[in-house]
């Protein structure tokens, strides 16, 4: 415990492992890359990306928390395995609260909700009045992900019978939206912004509980009528529990400050990314606060959904 002051000062002596625990190319590989890069070229560390995908990003969290509580084996973790599986799957070879160690929060990632250009639909009230006329189609990127959720959500809200069409992944679920298959989708603003300005998609409101600068023309949920909507995917750096107290600030306070790069900040904000709380981000406490919050909101709507992995 004495020497945990000094590790932390010299951290790291060598590259940092950074587990991706899903496909190259998604969301959560492009986060991690981001953050990577980020700390790169702020403080010189050296990340080795590897990506583990599958059993919904459980796998590549299994690897992660049996490693060296060291901090040389971190990973990218979001809201569906950090948040929902534990509540989708019954059976997890760890305990998501005993064995994971919020390092950073990275981003809160809000939903849009899309429908295709081709569609009629130009506003929430003209989506309901379809939906009280016959049944409405959701697409989203699985069964247990946000956009699952938060589309069984506003089901229940808004008062209308929906059929849920999951797919393996976002752009799957994105190509039958465009193609008519599907009614609509609760997409994050990254997967939807160039389908939006490429005018194949119309996005109808946000699930943020402010205006998004990039679709500032866009209204929020309560906006719409919808209140209490708000809901973001949740992106942060989690590693094994047992890292050291002084390690894992010193790695937090070392996103922070890179995230903060004015060139990182202008990238996130292109792709309608939120930093919270706070503008730095926050401590490894209200990381794991954040977490147990989205857990309680998450965890009833999951029970009434009914939805289950195995």
């Not at 700390?39 to 059993?55: H, I, Q, R, Y």
């Not at 300005?197 to 919808?226: C, H, I, N, W, Y």
């Amino acid at each position: 415990m004495l020497a945990a002051p000094a590790f932390a000062d010299t951290f790291p002596a060598k590259p940092i492992r950074l587990v991706v625990p899903a496909p190259p190319g998604g969301g959560t590989d492009g986060m991690a890359r981001l953050l990577a890069n980020a700390l790169t070229e702020s403080v010189g560390w050296t990340f080795v990306p590897d990506n583990l995908p599958g059993a919904g990003g459980n796998i590549g969290f299994d690897t992660t928390f049996k490693a060296s509580k060291d901090g040389y084996t971190l990973a990218m973790g979001e809201s569906s395995n950090m948040v929902v599986n534990q509540y989708l799957y019954s059976r997890i070879p760890f305990n998501i609260e005993k064995d994971m160690q919020p390092v950073a929060l990275v981003a809160r990632v809000p939903l849009v909700l899309i429908v295709s250009a081709n569609r009629p639909h130009t506003s929430m009230a003209a989506l309901v009045a379809a939906g009280k006329k016959g049944s409405l189609s959701f697409a989203s990127s699985g069964n247990g992900t946000l956009a699952h959720l938060v589309g069984e959500l506003w089901k229940r809200k808004a008062g209308l019978d929906m059929q849920h069409i999951p797919y393996r992944g976002a752009a799957p679920a994105m190509t039958d939206l465009i193609g008519g298959q599907v009614d609509m989708f609760f997409a994050s603003i990254p997967v939807a912004l160039p389908m939006i300005q490429g005018g194949k998609v119309r996005a109808l409101a946000v699930t943020a509980g402010e205006r998004v600068p990039v679709l500032k023309d866009v209204p929020t949920m309560s906006e719409a009528g919808f209140k209490d909507m708000e809901a973001s995917v949740v992106f942060g750096l989690v590693g094994p529990a047992g890292i050291p107290g002084p390690l894992v600030s010193r790695i937090n306070a070392e996103a922070n400050k890179a995230l903060q790069r004015p060139a990182v900040v202008q990238q996130l904000n292109a792709m309608g990314v939120e930093r919270t709380p706070g503008s730095s981000g926050g401590d490894a406490e209200s990381f794991a606060r954040v977490l147990r919050e989205e857990r309680a909101k998450w965890a009833p709507v999951i029970k009434a959904s009914g939805a289950t992995v195995d």
